[in-house]
């Protein structure tokens, strides 16, 4: 059973423009999240976290947020560049060593 | 460092051989991970290991796989006999208690005919 889901499989933005990739999660236990980003023919690498005490955090032009309320979680990337091009992948944990994961969202940002 | 470092890159067997896959993690990382991405179930976590110990195998689909770390640089996933089932690509992560997010491997994309 997928503890974190991932619905959106693809999502293709503008050069420029925002984009949001979006996580739910179905264990209220989760209280540490985690955006990591994959290129093809290599692993994934983490992006950017967040502790269930906050509900935003942001780094750079990568901002994520947290609603526990509805067990739901979002990456933004503002702006979007070529670069940015990958697969995404959330993550959460409810302490311990164990990360479940998403199946990932595939990004194209078109130049 | 030079990061997690996994073996071979890439392995292309017939359906019933043995299938050995190697993974050394970062120097004084004492937690180890093997995950297999999938389509449809994205990154799927086989086994854990706690300073060389399994914790959770749950994950391991059948008897036909299984895992050893021998010591804190160096673990190997085994499956026998493979399938074309288990094509996949294999991802090993180690990190430092774990809490805090892990790091990975470039992985092994496995086909099996």
């Known amino acids: 059973d997928q503890q974190v889901k991932q619905n959106s499989p693809s999502l293709s933005v503008q050069e420029g423009r925002i984009s949001i990739l979006n996580c739910d999660y179905t264990?209220?236990?989760?209280?540490?999240f985690l955006w990591y980003k994959k290129y093809p023919a290599e692993g994934p690498t983490f992006l950017i976290s967040?502790?269930?005490?906050?509900d935003k955090n942001e780094d750079g032009r990568f901002t994520v947020f947290l609603n526990k309320s509805a067990k739901h979680l979002s990456l933004h990337i503002v702006p979007s560049q070529p670069g940015d091009s990958a697969v995404y992948f959330c993550?959460?944990?409810?302490?311990?060593?164990?990360?479940?994961f998403g199946t990932g969202t595939s990004l194209t940002v078109i130049p | 460092d030079a990061g997690v470092i996994q073996s071979p890159r890439h392995e292309v067997t017939e359906m019933g051989q043995e299938v050995t896959l190697r993974c050394k993690p970062i120097?004084?990382?004492?937690?180890l991970f093997w995950y297999r991405q999938t389509m449809m179930r994205g990154l799927e976590l086989l086994i854990y290991?706690?300073?060389?110990?399994?914790?959770?195998d749950s994950g391991m689909p059948e008897d036909r796989f299984s895992a050893k770390m021998p010591n804190a640089s160096f673990s190997t996933l085994k499956i026998q006999p493979s399938e074309p089932r288990d094509s996949a690509v294999y991802f090993c992560?180690?990190?430092?208690?774990?809490?805090?997010?892990?790091?990975f491997g470039s992985g092994t994309r496995l086909t099996v005919v």
């Open positions: 992560a180690s990190s430092y208690q774990g809490r805090y997010g892990y790091t």
């Open positions: 264990n209220s236990m989760f209280d540490y």
């Open positions: 967040i502790s269930s005490i906050k």
């Open positions: 993550a959460a944990s409810a302490g311990g060593n164990q990360f479940y």
């Open positions: 120097s004084g990382h004492n937690s």
């Open positions: 290991f706690n300073n060389n110990v399994p914790i959770d």
